[in-house]
Nanobody
Framework: QFKLVQSGGGLVQPGGSLTLSCAASGFTLGNYAIGWFRQAPGKEREGVSCMTSADSITFYATSVRGRFTLSRDNAKNTVYLQMNSLKPEDTAVYYC????????????????WGQGAQVTVAS
């Protein structure tokens, strides 16, 4: 069974850091495109970052570029979203996703999704 299991959310003060993890089971993440998304209360889901299946090229939303880093550990079959300099507007439920579409751009849709992790940035 293909599954993504997330961990690492929580409460952090503005300016702080958090790392979200997303572990895969049943498939090899290294062969997949990866996406991180977030949804704040009352807002639509938005893409935060993604990594292509070909050459692991990463892309970031303008709002998080320079503060967030997406990485992949193939040995652990896990991807991470390192979030630094967090702001209250980063508060949301964060989701990881994976898709087996091969290419140098991130896919428009994803087949597998994690369960979500709440990130709250408040003092």
């Amino acid at each position: 069974q293909f599954k993504l299991v997330q961990s690492g959310g929580g409460l952090v003060q503005p300016g702080g850091s958090l790392t979200l993890s997303c572990a895969a089971s049943g498939f090899t993440l290294g062969n997949y495109a990866i996406g991180w998304f977030r949804q704040a209360p009352g807002k639509e889901r938005e893409g935060v970052s993604c990594m292509t299946s070909a050459d692991s090229i990463t892309f970031y939303a303008t709002s998080v570029r320079g503060r967030f880093t997406l990485s992949r550990d193939n040995a652990k079959n896990t991807v991470y979203l390192q979030m630094n300099s967090l702001k209250p507007e980063d508060t949301a439920v964060y989701y990881c996703a994976a898709d087996d579409a091969w290419g140098y751009v991130c896919p428009g849709s994803y087949d597998y999704w994690g369960q979500g992790a709440q990130v709250t940035v408040a003092s």
